[in-house]
């Protein structure tokens, strides 16, 4: 049976310090620390996340709409203005329409390029 899972956005942030919560007009409700350092500390929270975030893969993603449609896939992402800070993750949807994201470093980072 699937049954809606309530967590509190500060739990959420300490749990997965990578993730990106959209809400379902795309606005982000609540982001994990780690990826708020990686956003060099700008609020983040009430901003358009298509705005902020570049997806690169796959492509075409655009609106809240379009990744909607992409659920479950594999995603590449970077911070809009900041094409070398790629991440990846998946994004699935929450209860109230819109859509979680988590998200890693890609292996650039391990590899130093």
Known sequence: MDMPLMVNPG?????MT???ALSAD???ISHGATLGKV???QPLVGEDAFSAIRFRRPGGIQ????LLQKRGQRLQLHPAGC???????LAVPLANGGLLLNLS???NVIEGT
């Open 105 to 107: 470093f890609g292996i």
């Open 63 to 66: 609106t809240m709409a379009d």
């Open 18 to 20: 990578m993730h990106l």
């Open 26 to 28: 795309g606005r982000i």
């Open 11 to 15: 739990d959420l942030a300490r749990l």
């Open 83 to 89: 094409p070398m800070d790629v991440l990846r993750g």
């Open 39 to 41: 956003f060099q500390g």
